[in-house]
């Protein structure tokens, strides 16, 4: 893995997740979805193409691979997205780092709302 201890607990966290919703394991996306949702969840402004641009470079192939390869990891989990998210719509790639980007932000909101007594 990649970075320090904070970055490290993210990337598992999302492969937690990842597993939860019975992602494809044995597929390389496997591994291209950890790194895509890190990336999405903590940098602003991520287009696709830059970031399957990056991950080629990172993971030496070519961006072509990356985004099929996502694909292939991601389209098994399809019904358990849709309920772990609750969403109804098409599933493509960047719909589906966009739902996690909705998710980091609730959780990261959660966890900073200030207790009153």
């Given at each position: 893995?990649?970075g320090?201890?904070?970055?490290n607990?993210?990337?598992?966290?999302?492969k937690?997740i990842?597993?939860?919703l019975?992602?494809?394991?044995?597929s390389k996306?496997?591994?291209?979805?950890?790194?895509?949702?890190?990336?999405?969840?903590?940098?602003n402004?991520?287009?696709?193409?830059?970031?399957?641009?990056?991950l080629?470079?990172?993971f030496?192939?070519?961006?072509?691979?990356?985004?099929?390869s996502?694909?292939?990891?991601?389209?098994?989990?399809?019904?358990?997205?849709?309920?772990?998210?609750?969403?109804?719509?098409?599933?493509?790639?960047?719909?589906?780092?966009?739902?996690f980007?909705?998710?980091y932000?609730?959780?990261?909101f959660?966890?900073?709302?200030?207790?009153?007594d």
């Amino acid at each position: 893995m990649k970075g320090d201890l904070k970055e490290n607990m993210e990337r598992e966290e999302v492969k937690q997740i990842l597993l939860k919703l019975k992602f494809n394991i044995n597929s390389k996306g496997f591994d291209y979805w950890i790194e895509a949702v890190y990336l999405y969840t903590n940098y602003n402004n991520v287009f696709m193409k830059d970031l399957y641009n990056t991950l080629a470079y990172d993971f030496n192939t070519t961006k072509t691979a990356v985004e099929r390869s996502l694909r292939t990891a991601s389209k098994q989990a399809y019904s358990n997205i849709h309920k772990y998210f609750n969403y109804d719509g098409r599933l493509t790639n960047s719909v589906i780092l966009k739902l996690f980007r909705f998710y980091y932000d609730i959780t990261d909101f959660q966890n900073h709302i200030p207790y009153i007594d």
